[in-house]
């Protein structure tokens, strides 16, 4: 039996080898058609390929026709971030007020945001036995599959699941922005029962808490948590909720819903977008960095030794060995990120309270020493700025959220921005989105199969 496993390998590495060598393109014919590959021009800017009003994002400024470095921008249906986030402090949490804004286009006002509150905390369920039939069941290791599993369950449960009107496709989205935060934990304890071996604990949440609130009390044994946890939690959501069309998983809400395919396999297509590793998957990729950090560099202080071990990460000499400081740079963004610079001083206030303040002097650390060192190593005209995955895993480790939540939660946020731009989508009634490609290949004449060597 081994002896045929063994030869199956082999043969079937053979397949392998034949992928390999007919997929392969010379990467010269991009240049020489000029293909805007990843759908961005030579100097890294996005292919227009589409018109939104729900965000805009704005990393530099045009002076005499030239793009010049600037303080990024992000704004929420014509409003900056940076008020909203201002605008909140006064009051508890604001992501379901931005979930508002995103969709509907204004600020609510008392009575619209109250009535608001009341739909989405009453939509705060699941149906019937689907914790029990779904998500117990064929528990995965992944959240983010999890979601995508659930998601398309939930058609099934639709009296209308393909009425893609807009009143109904409404409905859809509100009810799974009320889930979202449900599947992921009630999937992270399912897992954490099976594949773990521990307690399971399946708390119900409650329709007058916020979102961030409902999270924390789900999660943690205890249902516990502080003020300041809820609120870091509430502002983080508040800054993933949506940023532009063109970032991979919000293009892929657009491409998708252009076909006239039904909510819940668009919203599938989009978390198996934000799954990836170059996209949802980045602030994970920062924490285990910094883990590794930690393990070769025992005095964090040591700005010397942090600058030595950085250029061996971005040299390919240690960590993963892509060449890579996770969590620095952006596609758009230049002198710095909006949401990185607020996200950092919720970090600093969630420190002082978790006694992480040492760890916190680190980042800022390698925050700082990453940046000139890629500058100088790469010779970059284009400044670098640190991006909002730099702490948002940190901010997530210190409120106490495993790993495998990490994505998720952008997922939990995102669905917001997902549900606006599929409105859009579907309001302005576009065309298919289908871009072309370019044939590189040969002709060829056909040969019976007696005939091929």
Known sequence: MNNNIEDFDTRFDKFVDYCLKSGQIDLNLYTEYDVKRGLRDSNGNGVLTGLTEISDVMG????????????GSLYYQGYNVKD??????DRKFGFEETTYLLLFGELPTQSQLHEFLEIIGNWRELPGK??????????SEDMMNVLQKSVLTLYSYDENPNDISIKNVLNQSLHLIAQFPLISVYGYQAYRHYFLEKSLVIRHPKAELSTAENI????????KYTELEAKVLDVALVLHADHGGGNNSTFTTRVVSSTGTDTYSTVAASLGSLKGPKHGGANLKVQQMFADIK????????EDALKDYLAKILHGETFDR???IYGIGHAVYTKSDPRCLILKEYAHKLSIEKGCEEEYALYERVEHL???????????FKMLCANVDFYSGFVYAMLGLPEELFTPIFAISRISGWSAHRIEELVNGGKIIRPAYKYVGTHKTYRALEDRS
Do not use: C, S
């Open 84 to 89: 909203l986030i201002n605008g909140f402090k």
């Open 130 to 139: 689907f914790v029990r039939d779904v998500i117990m069941k064929a528990t």
């Open 295 to 302: 393990e070769h560099v025992t005095d964090w202080t040591d």
């Open 370 to 380: 990453a940046k000139e060192l890629i500058g100088n190593e790469r010779h970059l």
């Open 322 to 324: 892509a060449g890579l």
């Open 60 to 71: 530099y400024k045009i002076e005499n026709g030239r793009k010049m470095p600037d303080d």
């Open 216 to 223: 924390l009390r789900l999660l943690r044994p205890d249902g």
